[in-house]
């Protein structure tokens, strides 16, 4: 009964180690914060969840959305998300936050002392690596396209030399404070060497200066299910549009009226995820806020700004004024395209959210056409109408004279 019992006891401790080294693990830490005692919160999300918290670090948030995210996993955004900047720009003194991710793909163990005094949460299924990197390439799009800062960060790409330098990873550094690293495998002892001495760099330089860490382990693909829908809430054919349209910010960083030497300010994580989604339903055409208008028009499909149309004040009777605004889509953003013999088209647009083409020109080309043909038709019907409708001489057969008779 005990070897039974025993054997029992094995299959679930194997089961649970299995299930374990299944899961994706995440490490992220901020250097506002400071190190932690020890590696806190045993968290288990979804990937769609990782993906927006990941997004925010990064501060990529205009490209996704929270719609429809459940009270549970906005707690989990806002506890492993890096501290928002204030609203209306940084102190003259500040200086913008260095935005690191590692994605480190074929690693099932992270036994690394650097780690120690990290946040972390797992992430469970396990994407496939495929998925990882892809997510790594709508992310590295998704930077290109955010306004460049003041700054470097020579010493940050100084610590990743040795890893960038390997064929097989991938180093995104943009001119905006965002680097993005993807290790693709870590095999063998001196790669894990290699890869432990560069997060203790990142990590000292985290401790020296405004940065924000998020790395990421994905185990071997033999552990890891890869199916036809990217767990990550990716398609291939909206990251494909997104990286084509290169979508500016929702929220552009601007400079601080009230303080002329400040710095950017930071974007909100409220804006559309791709702006490739399709709209349905009908789209009203006034909106009560700015963020309002460009959630529900997914920031006028690229294709224009919401604007404020008008707004009004009324005076109720107990003498307090209430203020309605109206904001709605201004259509300012016509795509051009250039044609295989150099020559360009370019295509206006139209509607609530931006998202019809307008067809005022060639409505006028076919309504023109149409209607020229249809004069040409009638005028010739009415040139015959009169031919035919003209006398014919009395005597048809005037002065020509038969043949005599005999």
């Given at each position: 009964?005990?070897?039974?019992s ?105 036994d ?104 990421m ?56 995820f ?20 460009e ?29 309605q ?7 300012t ?14 295509t206006k ?58």
């Amino acid at each position: 009964m005990r070897l039974f019992s025993l054997y029992w006891l094995l299959c679930a401790a194997s089961s649970t180690v299995a299930a374990a080294s299944t899961a994706a693990k995440v490490y992220v830490f901020d250097s506002e914060s400071g190190p932690l005692d020890s590696a806190s919160s045993l968290d288990t999300i979804d990937a769609a969840t990782a993906r927006l918290i990941l997004a925010q670090r990064l501060g990529l948030g205009q490209y996704h959305s929270i719609l429809g995210v459940d009270d549970e996993s906005i707690r989990q955004i806002n506890a492993f998300s890096s501290k928002q900047q204030a609203l209306f720009g940084y102190d003259r003194q500040s200086k913008p936050v260095s935005r690191l991710l590692i994605v480190i793909d074929g690693m099932d163990e992270q036994d690394f002392p650097t780690l120690k005094g990290f946040q972390t949460f797992s992430i469970s299924p396990a994407p496939h690596p495929e998925d990882s990197f892809q997510l790594f390439s709508t992310f590295a799009s998704e930077a290109a396209s955010i306004p460049t800062v003041d700054g470097d960060d020579h010493q940050l790409l100084k610590a990743l030399a040795a890893e960038a330098e390997h064929p097989e990873n991938t180093l995104k550094a943009f001119a905006n404070r965002r680097v993005l690293l993807h290790v693709k495998t870590t095999k063998g002892v001196e790669q894990l060497d290699l890869l432990g001495k560069t997060l203790q760099d990142v990590y000292s330089l985290a401790l020296e200066r405004k940065m924000s860490l998020s790395i990421m382990f994905i185990p071997r693909a033999s552990k890891s299910t890869k199916t036809s829908k990217n767990p990550f809430g990716l398609t291939k054919r909206a990251a494909k549009a997104q990286r084509a349209s290169q979508e500016q910010p929702l929220i552009s960083k601007q400079q601080s009226a009230s303080s002329p030497g400040a710095s950017l300010v930071e974007e909100e994580f409220v804006s559309p995820f791709l702006a490739s989604k399709v709209l349905s339903g009908p789209i009203p055409t006034c909106f009560s806020s700015r963020s309002a208008c460009e959630r529900g028009t997914n920031n006028c499909t690229s294709h224009g700004s919401c604007i404020l149309k008008w707004s009004t004040e009324t005076t109720n009777e107990g003498g307090s004024v209430s203020k309605q605004d109206c904001y709605g889509c201004a259509c300012t953003k016509p795509e051009v395209r250039t044609n295989s013999d150099g020559s360009k088209k370019t295509t206006k647009f139209g509607g609530a959210a931006c998202h019809k083409k307008d067809v005022v020109f060639p409505f006028w080309l076919l309504a023109g056409t149409t209607i020229f043909l249809m004069g040409i038709v009638g005028f010739g019907l009415s040139m015959l109408y009169e031919m035919g409708n003209q006398e014919l001489p009395s005597v048809i057969g005037a002065g020509v004279s038969g043949p005599t008779a005999r």
